[in-house]
């Protein structure tokens, strides 16, 4: 990988030192010229020709295909979305709940996992069981947390990939093992995790898997993808059903023929092509790197980054100490200060950083475009700012 000509590519790289990816990622410049590209096309020749509309439609199989790429997965087993919880929605959503059905999460999830369980126990009686979950447990330990959960009334295994607030990373293969031997579903928020760690949806038999376009990936806001097995697609419903989810209809007779078993029976009816083409082209540059040496790159630097903070004191880390439940988020705590009073501290330094809540702490995220140098510097303001 050739990091110089990578960052080349990141106009963000030449004005400050930006860790926050896991939060939005700033977009190559070839991914902004695509948009702007299929923007102008648009503003020339109208949205809505022909040729245009001919256009968009190889720019949403060609964002399919790479989905699929990225994912190892089929491309008719993927549906375009919005963001990462509008995949997550559509799959908890689209199920049949009944009182008494259970869900499986833990203490550590993001609001896009917590909040739609929590108002399925609220309207369908469904009961939502939280496994407490330490940043610092082993994989054993996870699992079995996990497990002593699990009853013959669990339908739902609900859990970041990754953790956001301490970058915790959980064994998705194991834990999938674990649902389908109680006879639940597995649905992982991949927010923090595509276009981070290599993923592999026939490795992991997951049953569903969200990803959004604009974090690790460096694509556009308000893109997404969710990954749902294809034998699993006809069984989850389109609960804002558009033109995608009916084949055919009779306005007189009330027929209704509906599109069961292919993924556009999600998507909305108006889309943006050009943000669409702008996660393809991100996704394209994601793959020119290659996502396993895109997770070594941000893992090594990760590690660099809590070696050189355990040395200071009244700094603790948050997050996970094993290689095996860590990645590219490093959180820790300073004494005496407050995340956000550090994060403010970084920004005036031109470090772009985030405060995390659960455990609380301040979050960096050591992208595979970020540098042992700008690591170091980090680390050196942090070690001047604890003293």
């Known amino acids: ?60 199989e060609e964002l399919s295909k790479a989905v699929g790429g990225l994912l190892n997965a089929p491309p008719e087993t993927i549906a375009l979305t919005q963001s990462t919880t509008n995949g997550l929605v559509t799959v908890v959503n689209g199920m049949d709940w009944f009182p008494g059905d259970e869900i499986v999460t833990c203490s550590l999830e993001h609001p896009s996992v917590m909040l739609p369980s929590l108002m399925l126990q609220r309207s369908h009686g469904v009961r939502v069981r939280i496994a407490e979950l330490d940043p ?19 339908r739902l295994v609900f859990l970041s990939h990754i953790e956001f607030t301490c970058g915790l990373r959980l064994p998705a293969k194991e834990i999938a093992e674990i649902a389908h031997r109680w006879g639940a579903y597995l649905l ?55 033109h995608g989810a009916v084949e055919e209809f009779d306005v007189h007779t009330g027929v209704v023929k509906l599109n069961v078993t292919h993924p556009r029976k999600f998507r909305l009816s108006t889309t943006s092509t050009a943000l669409e083409a702008g996660m393809a082209e991100a996704i394209a540059f994601h793959m020119e790197q290659g996502s396993a040496a895109i997770e070594a790159r941000g893992m090594a630097l990760a590690t660099l980054m809590k070696q050189t903070l355990r040395g200071f004191p009244g700094v603790t880390l948050t997050g996970p100490e094993r290689p095996e439940t860590g990645c590219s988020l490093v959180s820790f705590a300073v004494a005496g200060r407050e995340p956000r009073q550090l994060v403010e501290m970084l920004w005036g330094r031109g470090i772009a950083a985030r405060q995390v809540q659960t455990p609380a702490a301040t979050r960096m995220c050591t992208a595979f475009y970020n540098t042992e140098e700008e690591v170091a510097q980090v680390c050196a303001v942090i070690g001047e700012l604890v003293r």
């Open 188 to 242: 992982l928020d991949g927010a923090q995790c595509g276009g981070h760690i290599a993923l592999d949806m026939q490795a992991m038999d997951c049953d569903f898997y969200a990803i959004p376009g604009h974090k690790w990936l460096l694509g556009p806001d308000g893109t997404g993808a969710l990954y749902i097995r294809k034998e699993l697609i006809p069984s989850i419903k389109p609960r804002y059903p558009a």
């Open 136 to 154: 610092k447990d082993d994989k054993a330990t996870l699992l079995a947390k996990l497990e002593a959960l699990m009853s013959a009334r669990t």
């Open 1 to 60: 990988m050739d990091i110089a000509k990578v960052r080349a590519e990141l106009p963000v790289t030449k004005n400050l030192i930006y860790m926050n990816t896991g939060w939005s990622g700033p977009s190559p410049v070839r991914v902004t010229r695509r948009i702007q590209e299929q923007l102008t096309y648009e503003m020339e020749r109208g949205p809505a020709t022909l040729d245009a509309l001919a256009r968009s439609r190889a720019v949403h």
